[in-house]
């Protein structure tokens, strides 16, 4: 007979009991509730949340939630696709206890990014944290090189939103401007202690370019953690705000013109400890393979954005000369390329040199982009991809000519472009799945239908308060 010690479908030995410890640590510690949270193939987070007590239950047998989020839009309309979309089925939601935490911005809840397994104990193909820790393990076997990971998180601060949704900046000082710092400094100060208290590690925290908008930068991480991450620094982000009477905005563009919000992805892959983006003979210190990764990643980057930047209101923020990266193109530092390589500070290199990937923003999954990214770096490892010239300066300023010797080009205008593009990537589609893929395929073209018809300032409201 199976008893609630047993190792079960989904769980790992231990977690129930380490569970069980945990829900009466948590309860002694005022916490009542535990959020089980996800991310689906929208890009919107979804939860589940169960009593502490009820931890070790989810643990041994997870909490039931219907598949069909999977082929769920942003607006809660549903798409369909040959296996996704129906009102059968369910799957278990198992937390992850290695990354449960206590909320400080939300007293009284705990918050544990989840695994979901079908009710016969089997990985969902559906899953996207499933997909990007196979994609990491993978990498491992087959090349031996790990990853780095961080996920900047961009956001638009308002005065919570009238009946119709308007956006009003809740903060008046101008980009970068001590006056915006200044205006924001209780819930900021707020902010910062309770992501401390949650073990995130922030890097640099400050006012940004657009109307109300600030950035937050986190220490790496490897990439499954990086994701986690990304999802509980947005869920803080919203509770502290809240807190505080402030609504927030990371929807990639909450105005129809001007600059949206990103969530650039810095990425280095690493061999025995040794970061393969510095200390090599190749351009800007990379080695051979870090060369190759990130020839693969500009290469794949017209099918990626389709993953990377998945809602119509994306494109609205994909404009050229707005340091947004719309072009296949890379540059040392250059921040109007798609890729720009980070070498960091002399002395500094072995540890801080990476890969920023620029269009992405925080309507993406976060573990289907990371998944992708890589897939697409190590298909230029494995062929031994190299790197074409690289560009200075805004690649929008190059002439028709000059650009196609360069094989410079425009990334995809609109969502439409990008899932032509992305059905006809091999290494994607085959690294996702059917399963998978086709979610996505039929999740974006939901996506278009739902904004047909509507100008640019209607798609940026249609999305300002979903993401």
């Keep these: 007979m199976t008893t609630l010690a047993d190792p079960v479908p989904g769980g790992r ?11 009466g640590e948590l309860a ?77 911005g939300q007293p009284g809840w705990a918050w544990a990014p989840v695994d979901r397994i079908t009710q016969e104990g089997e990985r969902h193909p559906g899953c996207g944290r499933t997909f990007l820790r196979r994609t990491v393990r993978e990498a491992a076997e087959r090349h031996g090189v790990t990853f780095r990971a961080a996920i900047e998180i961009e956001w638009a601060v308002a005065r919570p939103p009238d009946p119709d949704g308007a956006f ?38 400050h006012p940004e370019y657009a109307a109300g908008q600030f950035e937050l930068s986190v220490a790496a ?12 620094v947005r869920q803080t982000i919203r509770a502290v705000a809240g807190r505080h009477g402030l609504a927030v905005s990371f929807a990639p563009a ?30 800007h210190g990379m080695r051979p393979e ?20 998945p809602s119509p209101a994306g494109y609205l923020r994909l404009r050229p000369s707005q340091w947004a990266g719309v072009f296949t193109a890379w540059g040392r530092e250059t921040r109007e390329a798609g890729l720009r390589v980070v070498t960091g500070t002399a002395g500094h290199r072995d540890e801080a040199a990476n890969l920023e990937v620029k269009p992405v923003d925080l309507a993406a999954n976060p573990y289907l982009a990371l998944g992708c990214l890589i897939t697409a770096g190590l298909d230029g490892l494995e062929s031994g991809a190299l790197l074409p010239e690289e560009i200075t300066g805004d690649p929008a300023r190059l002439s028709a000519q000059e650009a196609a010797a360069r094989g410079v080009r425009r990334l995809p205008v609109s969502l439409g472009e990008a899932v032509e593009e ?30 047909a018809g509507l100008d640019d300032d209607q798609v940026a409201a249609a999305y300002r308060w979903k993401y």
């Design 13 to 23: 030995p231990g977690d129930v009991e380490r569970a069980t410890a945990l829900s």
């Design 28 to 104: 002694g510690r005022g916490v009542h509730g535990i959020v089980l949270a996800y991310v689906d193939t929208a890009g919107i987070g979804r939860v589940k949340t169960v009593p502490t007590a009820k931890l070790a239950s989810a643990a041994a047998w997870g909490v039931g939630m219907s598949p069909v989020f999977d082929t769920f839009l942003a607006n809660d309309s549903i798409v369909t696709t040959d296996v996704l979309g129906s009102p059968d089925g369910d799957l278990r939601l198992y937390p992850d206890l290695d990354h449960l935490v206590e909320l400080a």
């Design 168 to 205: 009003v900046p809740a903060v008046t000082g101008p980009a970068y401007g001590a006056t915006r710092q200044v205006e924001l400094s209780d819930c900021s100060a707020d902010l910062l202690a309770a992501l401390a208290r949650q073990g995130v590690e922030v890097d640099q925290f």
């Design 221 to 232: 991480l490897d990439p499954v953690a990086a994701a986690d991450r990304s999802v509980l």
């Design 254 to 283: 909450v105005l129809g013109q001007g600059v949206g919000n990103g969530g650039h992805v810095h990425l280095s892959a690493w061999r025995d400890g040794v970061n393969l983006h510095a200390g090599g003979d190749r351009r």
């Design 290 to 309: 870090a060369e190759s990764f990130v020839a693969g990643v500009l290469g794949h980057l017209p099918a990626l954005i389709a993953v990377t930047v």
């Design 422 to 451: 992305f059905r006809t990537s091999g290494p994607l589609l085959a690294a996702l799945g059917p399963v998978l893929a086709d979610a996505v395929i039929a999740v974006r073209q939901g996506e278009i239908d739902a904004v």
